[in-house]
């Protein structure tokens, strides 16, 4: 969707369309849920200007809210520390924030960058946790991903090549 939801049947036909916004200039970017099942989706805006997307949140009630404001590319979004940790990252920002967050309402708290990447490394785009906690970072424009441990120093950079047919 564009520029809000959509709920799918089982053969990935839309079902219930819920717009958020109308803004043309404006489109949802990426998403993931939390562990109750709340769906957290990003917009940016088309020519990716800083602070013109949103983080919104949809409850299984199907109410739409925003839960984060002034993000520039909104991707990759994991939880932490049994879900009280989010951890999201800003592509054009080149950084991931890792905030306070409450399982209970779904709400965003203070914020602190836990990862600043450099324009020659490329920009944080998709994360991934692995099982001993550690965040993996896809690099747009790097072709790498790297890992950061549970304190968000670098301890492992692969490098990804594509190769088209």
């Known amino acids: 969707m564009e520029r809000g939801f959509a709920l799918i049947d089982d053969d990935l036909r839309v079902e219930h369309e819920i717009p958020v916004f109308d803004d043309p200039g404006v489109r949802m970017n990426e998403g993931a849920c939390d562990a109750t099942g709340r769906l957290f989706c990003g917009s940016m805006a088309y020519d990716a200007r800083e602070g013109g997307g949103r ?71 998709g994360l991934a946790l692995d099982a001993e906690g550690g965040l993996w970072v896809a690099l747009w424009g790097g072709g790498a991903v790297h890992r950061y441990d549970v304190r968000g120093r670098l301890d492992q950079t692969r490098p990804v090549r594509i190769r088209f047919q």
């Open 55 to 125: 983080l919104y949140r949809l409850d299984p009630d199907l109410s739409v809210h925003v839960a984060l404001e002034g993000v520039s590319i909104p991707n990759g979004l994991v939880w932490t520390d049994a879900g009280r940790t989010a951890l999201h990252a800003d592509t054009l920002a080149g950084e991931v924030r890792a905030y306070d967050y409450d399982p209970s309402n779904g709400r965003f708290g203070a914020s602190r960058v836990f990862v600043r990447i450099d324009e020659e490394s490329g920009a944080p785009d």
